[in-house]
């Protein structure tokens, strides 16, 4: 099962940074993407990475976000700078490998308010 964490309160302008672990499964080998969904809205795509090394970006972080991989610890992060309120949200992280199924973590929340 995927965990993220990481997530917590910060001021406008502050910075986070979310884990995606998944204990005793080998992330390199999957997609992971970042997901939100703040309350009252649709869950919306933050941010990939692929098995292959591609990464994209929504347009509403690009420039501030940034996801990564640590294969020697088995996790996938996303660096948040610069955050911002409408950044409010809960925050999934999923992995998938083509035609297979996907697995979602439970979610972290970040919370972005002065």
């Known amino acids: 099962q995927l965990q993220a964490s990481g997530g917590g309160l910060v001021q406008p302008g502050g910075s986070l940074r979310l884990s995606c672990a998944a204990p005793?499964?080998?992330?390199?080998?999957?997609?992971i993407a970042w997901f939100r969904q703040a309350p009252g809205n649709e869950r919306e795509r933050v941010a990939g990475?692929?098995?292959?090394?591609?990464?994209n970006y929504s347009d509403f972080v690009k420039g501030r976000f940034t996801i990564s991989r640590d294969v020697a610890k088995n996790s996938v992060y996303l660096q948040m700078n610069n955050l911002t309120p409408e950044d409010t949200a809960l925050y999934f992280c999923?992995?998938?490998?083509?035609?297979?199924?996907?697995?979602w973590g439970q979610g972290t929340q970040v919370t972005v308010s002065s």
């Open positions: 999923k992995a998938w490998m083509a035609g297979g199924s996907d697995y």
């Open positions: 005793g499964v080998t992330l390199d080998d999957y997609n």
């Open positions: 990475i692929m098995a292959s090394g591609r990464i």
